[in-house]
């Protein structure tokens, strides 16, 4: 399946410092979505990166696509106490109608 | 400019009954998809709507059942509920159906069944 599953589970950083965090799928992919949810909310889109791409940025997020590797990373320099969510990958086929969503990486940002 | 709206945004309902969860899609965009999403689990596909029809449907009972409207507005139906609907239900909509676009999510309606 298209399913991503993101790793670490959950993560604790001191607010300042960079946040990685891994998605490994099974499937080919045209595109892969990564989303932050904060407790209680709707998932808010960040980055949509393609499969022909290998990086992509936006403010202080990069996300990194390798497809031979079947991987993704989101990486969040000079984390804040707001960037605490979880954070979900979702790799699709442009013909798929859905999303398919692992478990996500809780984040804690500690002031 | 609204983005996705749901509504309730919450609601208590006992074992049996029937619920009905409304959602209307960010403006200009015309394809409506359902999520559940229960406590520690990422979102679980439950059925997008594009053109008022069912596009494609994911791993959910028929008592889950849904409704687009001409004005692209969705809402989805579960009958004889069960304690494991308890959940939270988002409403995603994108400009286009399919996968290859950002979906635009509500903040959901949270389901709690007694």
């Known amino acids: 399946s298209q399913q991503g599953e993101e790793d670490p589970q959950a993560l604790s950083i001191q607010e300042g410092e960079n946040a990685t965090m891994n998605c490994s799928y099974k499937?080919?992919?045209?595109?892969l979505q990564w989303y932050r949810q904060n407790s209680g909310r709707g998932l808010v889109h960040l980055i949509l990166?393609?499969?022909?791409?290998r990086e992509k940025h936006s403010g202080r997020l990069r996300v990194t696509l390798d497809t031979s590797k079947k991987s993704s990373s989101l990486l969040i320099t000079a984390s804040r106490a707001a960037d605490t969510a979880s954070y979900f990958c979702?790799?699709?086929?442009?013909?798929?109608?859905?999303?398919?969503f692992g478990s996500g990486t809780r984040l804690l940002v500690r002031p | 400019d609204a983005g996705v709206t749901q509504s309730p945004t919450h609601l208590i309902k006992t074992r049996g009954q029937q619920v009905t969860l409304r959602c209307s899609p960010k403006?200009?965009?015309?394809?409506v998809s359902w999520y559940q999403q229960a406590l520690g689990q990422g979102p679980q596909f439950i059925f997008q709507?594009?053109?008022?029809?069912?596009?494609q449907r994911g791993n959910f009972p028929d008592r889950f059942s849904g409704h687009q409207f001409p004005n692209y507005s969705s809402e989805l139906n579960v009958n004889a509920l069960l304690l494991g609907d308890s959940a939270l239900y988002l409403c995603?909509?994108?400009?286009?159906?399919?996968?290859?676009?950002?979906?635009?999510f509500g903040d959901g309606t949270r389901l709690s069944i007694l």
């Open positions: 990166i393609r499969s022909n791409e």
């Open positions: 995603a909509s994108s400009p286009h159906q399919g996968a290859k676009q950002p979906q635009h």
């Open positions: 499937t080919s992919i045209n595109n």
């Open positions: 979702a790799p699709a086929m442009d013909s798929s109608y859905k999303l398919i």
């Open positions: 709507y594009y053109e008022e029809e069912e596009r």
């Open positions: 403006s200009g965009h015309d394809t």
